[in-house]
Nanobody
């Protein structure tokens, strides 16, 4: 019923920038927290950043000052602007959202996207 589709990943040199986008579609009633997570090869998935519907944000210490999360509530989209990228930022970046659907308005379900690969070369 609900899909998250990420875009914007790719190959970039260290010090460069990328902007990720994630669009939520389907039978959406409301969206609570949206976020980005990443998983590097051989590592567990880790939080990158989250943003509430009111705009409050949380960042992993490793990306503070370099990444900015934002959202467009009118278009059910969340963004991740990544700057001063480092090789250790390499990984699959997945979008996450807490979504209440039209048929289940009083309960938020956690939905994940398929992910987009970010590769930072040194």
């Amino acid at each position: 019923q609900v899909q998250l589709v990420e875009s914007g990943g790719g190959l970039v040199q260290a010090g460069g920038s990328l902007r990720l986008s994630c669009v939520v579609s389907g039978s959406i009633f409301s969206i609570n927290v949206m976020g980005w997570y990443r998983q590097a090869p051989g590592n567990q998935r880790e939080l990158v950043a989250t943003i509430t519907s009111g705009g409050s944000t949380v960042y992993a210490d490793s990306v503070k000052g370099r990444f900015t999360i934002s959202r467009d509530n009118a278009n059910d989209t969340v963004y991740l602007q990544m700057s001063i990228l480092k090789p250790e930022d390499t990984g699959v970046y997945c979008c996450n959202a807490e979504v209440a659907t039209i048929t289940l308005k009083n309960r938020y379900l956690e939905v994940w996207g398929q992910g987009t690969l970010v590769t930072v070369s040194s």
